[in-house]
């Protein structure tokens, strides 16, 4: 038996016809996810590339963009999003049988890389909300993830049908999302949303914060390896509480003396004005801006500066040494 699917939802999705365009990190995700519910699904990825190559070692049927575009009646895009657009331009645009297109991010269907037609396959949301490892470590489990679903057609953003809703959550499902844990929305909330975390906390704000506290401790002589496990190390023991017991359960399990630090003095490394900082950074996402910047500038020399200073950051160093030490 199934602990995932019932039986008639495993019908369900095996009658849709699903394909994956590319294996990436999702890709691979979602597909091994798939498998494990007895969902079939089949791989389009270029044929001498290293994604195929991990395709067939898993054992999936491969097939190339163009015999895929011409079989089947659901896709799931795990492209990078910046290919998206042109992927589907050259393969699907156009393609009589193709209902749904199947999407683990918002943006390129938000932004209209890849916009919904009358004549088109509706667009459908199955947003996983953590990294593609936790998909498949947590698969099945009582902490596994959390996905935002949503549906729009050329008429834009709607409720889902009857049907829709019914295999669109089994999808979710055999892909590795909590069946209490599916959050019907919008692809403008997944997309929007998603950046901005990703931007000004998860990502962006976060290892910045990082950064300075650590470059703080080094600036006024403290040791190194001791700023680095005050700072970088330590994060994870405090993100757990975070989230095992929300921000004033973490504030009420830590020390006394780290509690009063905490509260009084948080606010002034974080004044009000980062809320301004972070309220133009989510106006660039909303407005489409960062879209435009980001697909005419990923891979620009100005970003691949960034990027490589980034890598040798001090810190980025001492935590490979720290690490290497650790498992000796």
């Known amino acids: 038996m199934n602990p995932i699917l019932t039986k008639e939802e495993i019908e369900l999705l095996n009658s849709l016809s699903l394909g994956m365009f590319g294996f990436g990190a999702q890709g691979q995700a979602e597909a091994r996810n798939l498998h494990q519910s ?8 270029r044929p001498k590339g290293a994604s195929a190559d991990r395709a067939k070692a898993q054992g999936f049927e491969l097939l190339s963009f163009k015999e895929m575009a011409n079989s089947f009646s659901h896709i799931l895009m795990n492209l990078p999003d910046q290919i998206q657009g042109s992927y589907f331009k050259e393969y699907l645009e156009g393609a009589p049988q193709l209902k749904a297109l199947i999407f683990s991010h918002g943006f390129a269907s938000h932004f209209d890389q890849i916009p919904c037609k009358d004549a088109g396959p509706i667009h459908v949301l199955v947003a996983p909300k953590g990294a593609a490892s936790g998909l498949v470590k947590l698969y099945g489990q009582a902490q596994a993830l959390p996905a935002i679903l949503a549906v729009k057609d050329a008429s834009g953003e709607r409720p889902p049908t009857v049907t829709e809703k019914q295999w669109i959550e089994a999808l979710a499902k055999a892909m590795g999302a909590h069946p209490r844990k599916l959050i019907w929305a919008r692809f403008q909330d997944e997309a929007v949303s998603d950046l901005f975390s990703e931007q000004s906390l998860l990502c962006g ?3 910045e ?9 080094i600036e006024n002589g403290y040791q190194p390896e001791a700023a680095y496990y005050e700072t970088l190390y330590e994060l994870k023991l405090i993100v ?5 017991f929300g921000i004033h359960g973490m504030i009420e399990r830590i020390s006394p003396t780290a509690r009063y630090g905490a509260v009084t003095r948080g606010d002034r490394v974080l004044p009000a004005a980062v809320k301004e900082r972070m309220k133009e950074v989510l106006s660039e996402i909303e407005s489409g801006e960062f879209a435009r910047e980001f697909l005419r500038d990923s891979d620009s020399p100005q970003f691949l500066k960034k990027l ?5 950051h001090p810190i980025e160093k001492l935590h490979q040494e720290i690490q290497d030490k650790l498992k000796s």
């Not at 914060?209 to 401790?217: D, G, M, N, P, Q």
């Not at 757990?240 to 095992?244: P, R, S, T």
């Not at 490589?308 to 040798?312: E, G, H, P, R, T």
């Open 240 to 244: 757990d509480l975070v989230w095992e």
């Open 38 to 45: 007895q969902v079939q699904v089949k791989i389009a990825v």
């Open 209 to 217: 914060l990082i950064r300075s506290a650590y470059e703080v401790l």
């Open 205 to 207: 704000g976060l290892a």
């Open 308 to 312: 490589d200073a980034s890598a040798k």
